[in-house]
């Protein structure tokens, strides 16, 4: 784990329970969850690039 950035309580807890839910999950719903999260992730990285843009301009 990153030892600059950790998680905070609530958030391991958080972790723990989706690590239960994905083991539950076939091979194929996880490739599709994994899709959905990563095109989240990218989502979430041009919204902060908008709005640090935004700021700087």
């Not at 950790?6 to 076939?26: D, G, H, W």
């Not at 719903?29 to 041009?46: A, C, E, P």
């Not at 919204?47 to 935004?54: E, M």
Request: glycine share 0%.
């Amino acid at each position: 784990m990153d030892t600059k950035n950790p998680l905070t309580l609530e958030q391991e807890f958080k972790l723990t329970i989706y690590r239960k839910k994905v083991y539950k999950l076939s091979d194929k719903q996880i490739r599709q969850h994994l899709i959905l999260t990563l095109k989240q992730m990218i989502i979430k990285d041009n919204i902060i690039k908008f709005f640090i843009k935004k700021s700087l301009s």
